[in-house]
């Protein structure tokens, strides 16, 4: 669904929301969250409902039966099964075509032949996450359906995330607060200025990047945009679908986890990955990270550099593959964790009693590592990614369009200043006055200044 | 369903309040997009983005339209009388056609060459291209023969909203960017581009090609305004690096097609011009900056060229 229309609708509903009761206002966000969900393909809906109903049961069964981790296998395989069978299974055991479900193009970033349903991997995780944290005691099994199913299809973060504990977010949730009136302006000028990063920067970059990877000879020019280019690119999509995620969520009265930490502020690449996706690093850290160090730790007979050189290369090839089935993702993974375990080779640095020329370098050669990485989870293919990289090397500029160049620096300029402001500062308590002429100046930026022809987010076909 | 807890009820209870600041916003941005657009109406109708402002400008008596191809194809001094391209980058013969409807209301305009892209006549409204007519909308939507066919072209993902603003989104970039300017084409914008010998399918296409059926309505428009403004018509095919119309045996249907559907306007097809002069123009790669833009060499010639064609073959009082 278009972003400016998801977002009108949801600010309709956000103006009666709060002159409904409790039980309506839990209908209301029920029943919304599953309309926007069919309106993008009413055939992802069964795979939304079926994953959500197992968890739900699967919840009930591994309460009462804690002590069987069996079952809590069973449980959590049974959950990954439509993830590999939409994501995995053609790229990994060839081609198949699952009955029901329309054959499409990479719209959404089905790979090969299937459409993977928008936001599995989100809703899977999330959905382990609650199984996990019942066998594990930290919440009670649920027993309500209509709470489970509202915590699973919370329409703002419902495609990409922020990924949600259930103990957090089920409650909010079912207790359907009122949203505070002081809340409303700085919950409207997020969502605004979320969308400005997708329309104004994201959609309009993508452009640029998608043109550099079909070009035939590639030149230094389109490396960039294809490296950095992306890197802004995915930041602005999927920054913005965050906040957009929360400042919709505000206008319900829920408080969701804010995904990015100015993350290009980053002194190295540690500090980078505490910064990006937050909701999904916290839940691997979790669920995956921490189980799989003290098997590690246990396996390797206490010796800290293996246990944790090892752990963070399976955690981080197995977010490589989160993001996608094929080779250069797992490179993507791998590079990152080598690259971490180098850091941390180097031992425990201060950024605070860092003098700022040493921060400014670790910011500029992190985010240069992370352009260059991020190409792997662009590329089509390794050879293309190869062509790219040495592309850098050539003094031919190349080929790729820059689409509308002085309002894409003005808008990456803008955002930067932005970043920076939060990165160094407490965000600013602004007065009610000031809050709404933003929100005036953002709206009329966005509808004057977003690209033409929106793009769906690109961490949707993740 | 489960009775909520006391806490639940009392963070939940109506609000009268809150609703009413919700509602009030959503006012308020209405409020506001009806205002910024009635001052970006003002602006852009005295303002160098918008075209008509351009021909007005330059008192022009002749105006080319069309896609990237005519932009560079066509170098305004090198035409005998008040010539202005406002041709764009990226636009398909939808907009040739809206340019040509809005041109009614410069009377000083006797003739519009439209430039044809000498590979895309076929596309129509499915064509993602096509939404760039909404660079020109403030302009499509003053013509009332046009106007409604404009909320086609719309995504169909965004047709629900509709902000009075909008459709100044295409002209804000324009003003931003410095496009709208009215000056000899900008060559240096092009990227980096090489001629290269085209690999011709000269297989005749099985099914006669047609013009895309939801452009019908359009070209039908587009008979009516020119009749009634008596305006010339000057259809040609942008210049190809070593390609002829026969070269291309899908695109000559078209073209007489599109020429049928005109019938009755004040037309000038130079669409088959195959002289010996223009068959050594498009020979000389220095003509060309990749196979199918011109170099700035290119266009004047190119544009001399036509010049005299018009003149042999379709001589009018214009001059």
Partial sequence: MDPHLQIAITLCLAAIYPLLHIHLRRIVLLTASYAFYAFINFAFLPILAGVSVSAFLGGIAVERWRKSNILTTVFIVLLLTPLVLYKYWETWFGSFVLPGIPVSSLQFGGYGSVLIPVGLSFYTFQALGYLIDVHRKTVSAEHNILRFLLYMAFFPQLLAGPIERYKSLSRQLWSAPTPEFEKIGPAVLILLYGLFLKTVIGDRIGVAVDEAYLASTVGWRDAVTATAGFTIQIFADFAGYSLIAVGTAQLFGIDLTNNFKQPFFSHNLVEFWQRWHISLTRWIGDYLYRPLGRLMWRMSDGHRMIAESLTSIVVWVVMGLWHGPTLPFVIFGALQAIAMQAIRLLGPDRPAMMPPWRLGLGMLATFLFISVTFGLIRTPDLVTYAGMLSAFMTLAPGKAPAVEPTILIIGIIIMFIVEFIFRFRPPPRLPPSYTFALIGLLFIITVLFGYDQSRSFVYFRF | ?319
């Fill in chain 2, 1 to 319: 369903m489960t009775n909520p807890d006391p806490l639940s009820t009392f963070v939940s209870r109506p609000s009268w309040h809150t609703s009413a600041l919700v509602m009030a916003l959503i006012a308020c941005l209405l409020a506001i997009d009806r205002v910024t657009a009635l001052m970006l109406d003002f602006a852009y109708a005295h303002s160098g983005a918008s075209p008509l402002a351009q021909v007005r400008a330059a008192n022009a008596d002749t105006v080319v339209v069309g896609t990237s191809t005519a932009k560079y194809a066509f170098f305004p001094k090198s035409w005998p009388s008040q010539m202005v391209n406002i041709a764009q980058d990226g636009q398909t013969v939808l907009f040739s056609i809206g340019m040509a409807v809005a041109l009614r209301d410069s009377p000083n305009v006797k003739r519009i060459i439209v430039g044809i892209d000498p590979y895309d006549l076929r596309s129509g409204l499915d064509n993602p291209s096509a939404v760039r007519i909404w660079r020109i909308a403030p302009l499509i939507y003053k013509q009332p023969e046009i106007a409604s066919l404009l909320e086609r072209t719309r995504p169909a993902t965004q047709a629900p909203i509709s902000l009075a603003s909008w459709r100044f989104r295409g002209s804000a970039h324009k003003v931003i960017e410095r496009i709208g300017r009215n000056a000899p084409p900008p060559y240096r914008s092009l990227p980096q581009g090489e001629v290269e010998i085209p690999v011709l399918d000269r297989t005749p296409p099985k099914q006669k090609p047609r013009i895309h059926p939801s452009l019908h309505e359009y070209l039908l428009r587009l008979h009516d305004v020119l009749i009634a403004s008596g305006q010339q018509l000057v259809l040609v095919v942008t210049p190809a690096y070593l390609n002829l119309r026969w070269d291309l045996p899908d695109q000559t249907p078209l073209l007489d097609e599109l020429v049928a559907r005109l019938s009755g306007v004040k037309l000038c097809d130079l669409t088959k011009l195959e002289t010996e002069q223009y068959k050594s123009l498009i020979r000389d790669p220095e003509n060309f900056h990749d196979n199918i833009h011109l170099t700035r060499k290119g266009a004047k010639r190119y544009t001399k060229f036509i010049a005299r064609s018009v003149e042999s073959s379709c001589p009018s009082s214009v001059h």
